[in-house]
């Protein structure tokens, strides 16, 4: 970043992005965004590809950055936003991630039972209260209370800006060129109608390759079998260690954040946000590292796998998997690893994916034709693709000791 009152950080992406409001700068300098410097924003993508190191907070200042530019073109459009509004929505985009557990969604609901957009929330009203209500417009906004429902829409939405920074920017780390999608000409063909997030006639096409990209994204990069088998093995390494304590044995982790997440299932932000700001991929990984040479096999056989990426396999198809097949790996598990068959089961699993890449039931992509007509992208006419879009592809699959 650069002196004075405007700071300028060059991002790999987009090149400079500009942070021109004190109160933004105040944000991106508290203990709890800088937290997200230590938070994989893909998990263990990395393990299958090795650039795909950015962190949370990399993707948050890209939404931001993508936020700002398309506030400035529905402006041009003769769209009233006002200066608070454009903060708002700013400030909301910015710290949409912040409840983010470690790993991102590797323990999503796993580590701490609550989602991760409400912690994000419970974050911005801690930080509210700090900014003396200087962030109550963002929460309004990213709640979806504020009136102007396009600026939630932007946030959180079918064409909102946080999926069209981590699908640039996780196609560009990762060098999937599937995942390339044309965020530029996305955000011009945005408009706003009956207050409602909309894109122009000619866009269509940008909006369907922006569907196919995330398809592609998803069972490529972010549901890949050897990401699949990572996340699981940390999975399965947090609910042994939850195992051991709720069976009162002292589990050291070596950080007392992690410590306390393991042992306790707090719902009140008063008792666990500021244990939480100091909770991230550092601890699980210290933690990891500590636990290879734990007496319990399961968690030092499953700690030493994950750190040296000696992972389970797995199998992937559309079919659910044979219980007897399960009972045949699981045997083959405690043969080799010298297992009873309640430890074999944290090694010899088996679960299900699915992904709907368009669910129009969930929120609509509307498409704004010249005569001022509306329609659903999966009902134009001369759309090519859309409707498959909207059906749920499911996987199965088995993770089992070679």
Request: net charge neutral.
């Amino acid at each position: 970043m650069g002196a004075g009152s405007q700071k300028i950080i060059n991002d790999p992406v987009y090149g400079f992005i500009t942070i021109d409001s004190p109160l933004i700068l105040e944000l991106i300098r508290h203990p709890f965004f800088q937290r997200l410097r230590r938070i994989q924003q893909m998990g263990f993508a990395h393990l299958v590809y090795p650039g795909a190191v950015h962190t949370r907070l990399h993707h948050a200042l890209g939404a931001y950055h993508l936020m700002g530019n398309a506030l400035n073109t529905l402006k041009t459009k003769g769209i009233e936003i006002s200066e608070s509004e454009s903060l708002g929505a700013r400030a909301a985009i910015l710290l949409h991630d912040a409840g983010h557990s470690p790993f991102s969604h590797s323990l999503e609901n796993k580590l701490i039972d609550i989602q991760h957009e409400t912690v994000s929330l419970q974050i911005m009203q801690q930080l509210n209260k700090e900014l003396d209500g200087q962030l109550t417009t963002a929460i309004n906004i990213f709640t979806d209370r504020y009136p102007k429902r396009f600026l939630h829409q932007l946030v959180s939405g079918q064409l909102d800006v946080d999926r069209m920074d981590y699908l640039n920017r996780d196609s560009f780390f990762t060098g999937v060129s599937e995942g390339v999608i044309g965020y530029d000409r996305i955000l011009h063909m945005l408009t706003v109608h009956h207050g409602e997030l909309m894109v122009q006639e000619k866009g269509i096409y940008s909006i369907e390759k922006f569907l196919v990209a995330r398809r592609l994204m998803y069972w490529q990069v972010y549901l890949h079998k050897t990401v699949v088998s990572a996340e699981s093995m940390l999975v399965k390494i947090i609910q042994r260690a939850k195992e051991r304590i709720a069976f009162g044995e002292h589990l050291y982790s070596g950080s007392s954040a992690l410590d306390y997440f393991l042992s306790h299932s707090p719902k009140d932000p008063l008792e666990y946000l500021e244990l939480f700001g100091l909770l991230d991929d550092y601890d699980v990984m210290g933690a990891l590292k500590l636990w290879m040479n734990h007496e319990d096999k399961v968690l030092s056989i499953l700690s030493s796998m994950l750190i040296n990426r000696r992972l389970l396999k797995v199998r992937l198809q559309a079919e659910p998997f044979d219980e007897k097949m399960l009972e045949f790996h699981r045997a083959h598990a405690m043969r080799t690893l010298n297992l009873n068959a309640g430890e074999a089961a944290y090694f010899v699993f088996n679960g299900e994916h699915a992904n709907t890449t368009y669910n129009p039931e969930d929120e609509k992509i509307n498409i704004l034709f010249k005569d001022n007509s509306i329609r659903d992208i999966s009902q134009v006419d001369n759309a090519l693709i859309s409707r498959s879009l909207a059906t749920a592809v499911k996987k199965f699959y088995i993770c089992y000791v070679a």
